[in-house]
């Protein structure tokens, strides 16, 4: 039996920077333009890091807006979400850099509510008529 010896200095394994776990927005919840929200997640990598808000399939993200540069260890940011952004169903929300970027599950940003008119009567706002 061969034995074959190995000389020089030997380097640890780098252990590899997780991608963030998101435990708020989760997958299929709806938020509401113009209302303030946590975004809370877990295991980003320290440091600045971009909050992004993204939307379309998941093969075809595309960001929509930075929402904030946050510190990846921070575990929370609160945004209000603006009043005017699109209404849709396809929102994720991504935290990181490439390779290490964490997403949320595709979310519904719907539209700002029904407003109040004096009185304390709600208005809707509601489709062309048959």
Known sequence: MAYTAVTGPVQAAQPAAAAAKFSQPIANVVWQAGKPYSIIWTDGTPGQQPLKLMKGSASALQQVVEIAKVDGAAGKYDWA??????????????????????????????????????????????????
């Open 81 to 130: 979400i603006p009043a005017d952004l699109s209404p849709d169903s396809t929102y994720v929300i991504a935290l990181g850099n490439p390779p290490d970027i964490g997403y949320t599950g595709q979310f519904t940003i719907n539209a700002e509510g029904p407003t109040t008119a004096p009185g304390g009567l709600a208005r809707h706002l509601v489709g062309p008529r048959d």
